[in-house]
């Protein structure tokens, strides 16, 4: 199926979802840019147009989750599938003459990549812009929250109360999937996808979005919050130590742009065109 096929299935099925209220069927669509070199670039998600929700009234140990609000994306967007590998990021780098990040010892290749600042995220999306002459770049906060809850209203995608072992395991409740019990991140897929089909929205690593920290101000379009201070951004989703409670799609907090850190890394947009 085209690219500009799949673009128009996605605008009727956003219609559907904006008019009924509710998720449509879909049928998730994927495609992959190349690099200059012939090489695949990052598998990208189609994300239709439609409406959602952002934010909850909820408070964890991490901070006020909220206000909840009506959000409009006007927009087809798409978003990798899964978070950026090591693989991914190394090539940049090997290119560009970074030094490489710190993988612990848990391996690299398809793991996601780790120990990657704010700074660090823009610039691999610079270069996958220059590489491939479409525009790369994070999400905003708004944008993620959207994907991630792929046409529902709930705390997690699938419903409003955590499933252990759905996406994410909380290893203080016990019962974690076979081979999830280490306390490290693991090769994305294995755990459910959403139903846009991205992978490990409330687990694995967090992520790094565009918007500034900004505890006053919040978007109800997709557009970064650009308010505040800007040397703090916002991180999403939970991590592979996260408790249950902060998985929630609404969860977030502000790091510093130069912050590294072994449970916290990103995942792209691709603007369309």
Request: glycine share 8%.
């Amino acid at each position: 199926m085209s690219l500009l096929r799949n673009i128009f299935t996605v605008l009727a099925l956003s219609s559907l979802i904006t008019s009924c209220g509710n998720p449509a069927p879909y049928s998730a669509e994927f495609f992959s840019d190349k690099l200059s070199d012939g090489i695949d670039g990052p598998q990208l998600s189609v994300i239709p147009a439609g409406a959602g929700i952002a934010g909850e009234e909820y408070t964890s140990s991490i901070g006020y989750h909220g206000p909840q609000r009506s959000i409009k994306n006007n927009t087809v967007f798409t978003i990798t599938r899964a978070e950026v590998t090591f693989a991914q990021y190394d090539k940049f780098a090997n290119a560009t003459n970074r030094k490489l990040p710190d993988d612990r010892g848990w391996g690299r290749g398809d793991m996601p990549v780790i120990n990657v600042s704010w700074m660090d995220a823009t610039a691999y999306a610079k270069w996958l812009t220059e590489q491939t002459n479409q525009y790369y770049r994070l999400p905003s906060e708004t944008e993620w929250e959207y994907a991630a809850r792929a046409g529902t209203k709930t705390i997690y995608w699938w419903g409003n109360e955590y499933i252990q072992s759905k996406e994410h395991c909380d290893r203080d409740i016990g019962g974690c999937k076979a081979g999830t019990e280490a306390a490290q991140p693991w090769i994305s897929g294995r755990y459910n996808a959403n139903p846009y089909s991205l992978y490990d929205v409330t687990s694995n690593v967090a992520e790094w979005v565009m918007d500034c920290d900004d505890e006053k101000n919040r978007a109800n379009d997709t557009t970064p919050v650009k308010t505040g201070d800007c040397e703090y951004r916002i991180i999403k989703g939970g991590d592979y130590s996260s408790r249950a409670h902060n998985t929630r799609l609404s969860a977030r907090h502000g790091f510093s742009v130069d912050d590294k850190s072994p449970s916290l890394g990103f995942r792209l947009v691709r603007e369309m065109h």
